[in-house]
């Protein structure tokens, strides 16, 4: 059984360039949540997207979008890069959006040079 | 908004026990949660508590005292492998979109 896949695991992209990032959540689950790790801090909220409309968006600039798809999977979408951008990009999937557990993908490592 | 604080860094010897406390300053409660995290992986679940009391799964234990905001997860007979970074989350409540806000993460690292 398929656990949470996130795609491309590695992706270099330079200043002011588009990236799109692509989950698909474990089979079953209806929520998406995006996340950004910065190296040596924790997680931060990006997005949470359940049955395919937005349900949170966390302090980043709207250079971040995103969206679902009517099967659950999920884009995370940065315009115009900066150098600031460079982290993991997790995306987590639960069952329901205040679900117990969240689930995280490998992360895409996203460096912008 | 969401405060967490944990410590950095933490150092232990294999088969000892180590305690990783994290105190949090939350707009509305609706669960705290650790994950373990090694380099360069995603982070995995170890526990979830949303009523005051510990939890004992295996060698991991997580306490919670909602009145006190503090937490604290218990690694018992350190293996070399649980080296890694633990990150606590707590997931806030409806007003705040049920996300989930993380510490800094605390590095533990585990010795022969």
């Known amino acids: 059984d398929a656990g949470v896949t996130q795609s491309p695991t590695h992706l270099i992209k330079t200043r002011g360039q588009h990236v799109t990032l692509r989950c698909s959540p474990i089979?079953?689950?209806?929520?998406v949540s995006w996340y950004q790790q910065v190296l040596g801090q924790g997680p931060q909220f990006i997005f949470q997207?359940?049955?395919?409309?937005?349900?949170g968006r966390g302090n980043f600039p709207d250079r971040f979008s995103a969206r679902q798809f009517p099967n659950y999977s999920s884009e995370l979408n940065v315009n115009a890069l900066l150098l600031g951008d460079s982290a993991l990009y997790l995306c987590?999937?639960?069952?329901?959006?205040?679900?117990?557990?969240?689930?995280f993908g490998q992360g895409t490592r996203l460096t912008v040079v | 908004g969401q405060n967490i604080d944990q410590p950095t860094e933490m150092t232990a010897t294999e088969g000892a026990i180590v305690q990783i406390n994290c105190t949090y300053q939350?707009?509305?409660?609706?669960?705290l949660f650790w994950y373990q995290q090694h380099a360069g992986e995603a982070p995995t679940f170890l526990s979830y508590?949303?009523?005051?009391g510990l939890e004992e799964k295996g060698r991991f234990s997580s306490f919670l005292s909602r009145s006190k905001g503090y937490s604290y997860l218990l690694l018992k007979e350190l293996q070399m492998k649980d080296s890694a970074s633990y990150l606590c989350?707590?997931?806030?409540?409806?007003?705040?979109?049920?996300?989930?806000?993380f510490g800094a993460g605390t590095t533990v690292t585990v010795r022969a």
């Open positions: 989350a707590v997931r806030g409540g409806r007003s705040n979109d049920y996300k989930l806000s």
């Open positions: 987590a999937s639960s069952l329901f959006a205040q679900n117990t557990e969240a689930f």
């Open positions: 997207y359940y049955e395919k409309e937005e349900r």
């Open positions: 089979s079953g689950h209806k929520s």
């Open positions: 939350t707009s509305g409660f609706n669960g």
């Open positions: 508590n949303v009523l005051d």
